[in-house]
Structures are given as C-alpha cells and as structure tokens.
C-alpha cells in the first residue's frame, strides 16, 4: 500500500503493518496502558492511543528517513521505505563506498530514535505526567529510547550490525569480512532472543515470549538472507546482466498461432519464451497465460493475444549489474527476466538456474573465494 512521497522517497506500508499498528492501539488504550492513570473519558483515552500510535510509527518512519537522507547524500538512490510487522526499511539501491560512509548510514538511524527520545522526554517532564499530552510524551520517549538501543546492538540485520561491519571493513580493509561477522553475530543473537522467547513463554505464558520468538526467527531469517546476499554480490561483482543472461529456447515470432506455441514450449521444457516482432521485443508469453485462455480455440489464437506486452514486462538493460537482475527476480518471484536492450532487441533471460549454473562454472578466483567462504 503506496500512502506517498517524502525527499522523493515512495512510502509503502505493509498490510501487517496494520496488524501491529492495532495492537499497539490496543495495547495503549486498554485499562493496563498508559493513559489507565490520568481522568479522561473512555473515548478520550481511545483517541490519545490511537494518536500515540500513530505518532510513535511517525518516529519510525523519521528513523527511515534519516537512513533514507544519508544515503542519497551519498549519491546512493533509495527506492523505497516499507512499513511491516517488525518496523520499518529502507531498500537502497546500492552499498555505500568507503567504511565511514557505511557506518554513518547505518548511524543516522537510531541517533535520529534517541534524539527524538531525549527530545520527548524533556517535554514530557516539563509538561508532567498528570497531563495526558505529557503521557503521550513520555510514551514516545521511553519507545524510541528502545528503537534506538535495540537497533544499537551489534548484530545482522540491525543497524549496529552495520556499524560492526564498517568497523570490521575499516580495520582489515575487507568488506566481506565485516560482513561475514555481523551476519555470523545477527545469528548468534537471534537464536538468543529465541531461546529467551521460549523460556518466557514456559514460565510467563504467551504474549511478549510468543513476540520475542517471532521477532528472533525474523531476525534469524535476515541474517541468513543477508550473509547469502553479501557472498553472492561479491561473486557477481564486475558482472553486467547481459553476461549471466541464457539465450531463449526459441523466439515466437507475433503471428505464431497459440498452439503452436504451447507445443513447442512443452516440447522444449521451458517455462516462459520471448515474442518478437522482426527483431524487436513485443512481449512475454509464460505456461500460465495459456491456461487463462478462454474464447477462442488456441487454433484460432494468436501468441500475441495471450501474451505480457513488452511495456508490461519487467526487463533489465544489458549493461545494468547482474546482482541488480538476481535482486529483482528475488524480489518479484519471476522465473526470467528478459535482457532487452534500448533498441527494444531481446538479447536473452536472466533466470535463477542461469545464475547458479554461470556461478558453478567460473574460474575467476574472485568468484570461487567468495562462494567457498564458509
Ligand atoms: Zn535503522
């Protein structure tokens, strides 16, 4: 869900953002939360939640931004910043350069949190806790004090995890190594929070326990992801998309007939094949659009009516990095992404299977050092 544009970054919030925003809503407004304390009427109280909530997911998105704002200080383009379950992220479209540079993007998150905490704080006590402003107040500070010491701690996928790479990078001149650490710390430290998920849950019940298992399996989860992503970014530096790209099976040429197609794609075991129309690329016909086929017998069909138009399709330009196409079919769960050059030639896919098997097959010491690294 696309809500806007803050310094031309697109804001998304995620449906189980919604989920989390409700049960910190609840979570405040009910007779054990913070406003229980203070004379105010029942929807009062339910309006200062409400409110406190979305104040408190106003400083996380403040915390995004400022990552958000240091990098494109750094000439790196944020696509994005998304709101989910676990907080918030900013998907940067590129690593920052130097160590310094890293450990100040990683930085400018949680000093943004703990400022705003200081900030808040100081209010809350000028203003008192009799007052419910100066509740909201004390609850925004004690929140972000949290968001910032959490994202402090020195492990994968938090923000400290980076500054202990930068530190890491800075010290033995190798990135890989920074990486490697924090990733191998993100783990340690989400098997922790597990662990301690589990033991509350045995003593205390359900509630925070369940929450910290759930947040330590995520955790875990990025970590693993991240210390994937590092080795394979490290393999395919250097690497354009067109290298990694596999020729198609064949080509559809626009006046195809849809059965002709099917049968050859079947005969050819392929999932997806390209439509052309001379030598330009008009679009992509997948296995699946056939089965969405309904009128007309596939005898009577052309390729062209059942196909994704090229303005439709999702492809990448031959010279853009091939982690840049590994990380948009991550992203969009394709099984190919059509290289098409500016002239609209389609010059082959970049597929899963390609990667692994151009991965397998180099001899570059660079690319074997970087996938051996246990
Ligand atoms: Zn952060």
Not at 129 to 158: C, D, H, K, Q, S
Not at 313 to 333: H, M, Y
Not at 348 to 370: C, K, M, N, S, Y
């Amino acid at each position: 869900m696309r809500i806007g544009q803050i310094f031309g970054v697109t804001i998304i919030v995620d449906v189980s953002w919604l989920f989390i925003f409700a049960l910190v809503s609840w979570a405040l407004g009910s007779s054990a939360g913070p406003f229980h304390a203070i004379d105010v009427t029942p929807g009062v109280r339910v309006a200062l939640a409400i409110g406190t909530a979305l104040l408190f997911f106003a400083s996380v998105l403040l915390h995004e931004l400022a990552h958000s704002l240091v990098a494109k200080s750094q000439g790196i383009p944020v696509k994005e910043i998304r709101l989910f379950i676990f907080g918030g992220a900013s998907s940067l479209t590129a690593e920052p350069k130097t160590p310094l540079a890293a450990a100040w993007l990683a930085f400018a998150g949680p000093l943004t949190s703990l400022v705003l905490a200081v900030i808040c704080g100081f209010a809350a006590m000028g203003l008192g806790t009799a007052a419910p402003l100066g509740v909201v107040l004390a609850y925004l500070a004690t929140a972000n004090a949290i968001v910032g010491v959490f994202n402090l701690v020195p492990a994968f996928p938090m923000d400290g995890g980076r500054i202990l790479q930068a530190i890491v990078w800075a010290i033995s001149h190798d990135r890989m190594r920074g990486t490697r650490i924090a990733g191998r710390v993100g783990v340690v430290f989400a098997w922790l929070m597990i662990a301690y998920g589990i033991v509350s849950v045995w003593f205390q019940g359900f509630g925070t326990g369940l929450w910290f298992t759930f947040i330590g399996w995520f955790l875990l989860l990025s970590a693993q992801g991240e210390e994937r992503q590092a080795k394979l970014q490290v393999a395919l530096r250097g690497h354009s998309a067109l290298q990694l790209a596999v020729p198609a099976a064949a080509t559809l040429a626009a006046d195809t007939h849809a059965d002709t197609a099917l049968k050859l794609m079947l005969s050819k075991g392929v999932r997806a094949l390209p439509v052309v129309l001379g030598d330009r690329f008009v679009g992509l016909v997948t296995l699946g659009d056939f089965t969405h086929a309904d009128g007309p017998s596939l005898e009577e069909t052309y390729v062209t009516a059942l196909m994704k138009r090229d303005h439709d399709v999702t492809a990448i330009a031959p010279s853009a990095d091939a982690s840049e196409a590994l990380a948009i079919l991550g992203k969009t769960g394709f099984h190919q992404l059509p290289v098409v050059d500016l002239d609209g030639m389609f010059l082959g896919f970049v597929t899963r299977e390609g990667v692994i098997d151009w991965l397998a097959h180099q001899r570059e010491p660079q690319v074997q050092a970087a996938l051996n690294h246990p």
